[in-house]
Every structure is written in structure tokens, then in C-alpha cells.
């Protein structure tokens, strides 16, 4: 699979969504950081970044985050909503807003991003 080129307002959107940007987020589920990675799920790759705990890292938890949503666009064709919903877990989900929520945000961050 290729690589997709991810807009830092797509990762500032699915941070504002996943964590209202703090950086020592954890979820209930155990997701962690700001794009709330799930280190159960995510093993392999968090052996590369120094283990769970490297997941407070910003720096890492976003090349972590980025890299899961690459492969999860990869595996969908490319469909960001359904790479979204992936990265959320709600892809079975059908009232899942998740998709929605980051898309509008991703928008409105490109709206101001372009306007300067």
C-alpha cells in the first residue's frame, strides 16, 4: 500500500476531536495522548516509538496516529470517511458522528489555513 499525503488540518481535526488537545489524555478504553491511540491494538508499532508510555509524547503519538490512519486509507481505497471511522473503532457503527465531526473541523481548519 501507498502512503497518503495527511493535511496537518486533518491531524489537528481528528486531535480535536480524539483529545480536545491534551496531550496526557486517556480514555476509558485506554486510548492515549493526543490522537488517542489504542496501545492493545497497536503494539507493533509502539515498540518502534519506546513503548505506551512514548504515546504522551506529542511528536510520537501523531507519527503513530498518522501512520495507523495511513493504513486504515490504504485498506479502505482511500475513503476517509471510512478510514475515520476505522481509526475511531466505530466502523460498524451505523450512528457513529465520529467521521462527521472531524470532517467539519478539517474544513473549518482549512478555511483559515487558506484565508491567511
Known sequence: GGRHQLDPELILAIIAVESTFRERAVSRVGARGLMQVMPGVHRDKLREIGGSRALFDP????????????????????????????????????RSSYADKVMELYRDFQRVTTEG
Open 59 to 94: 511528536g510520537k503519538n501523531i507519527h503513530t496516529g498518522a501512520r495507523i490512519l495511513n493504513i486504515y486509507l490504504n485498506n479502505h481505497s482511500g475513503n476517509l470517511q471510512r478510514a475515520l471511522l476505522n481509526y475511531n473503532g466505530s466502523l460498524g457503527h451505523k
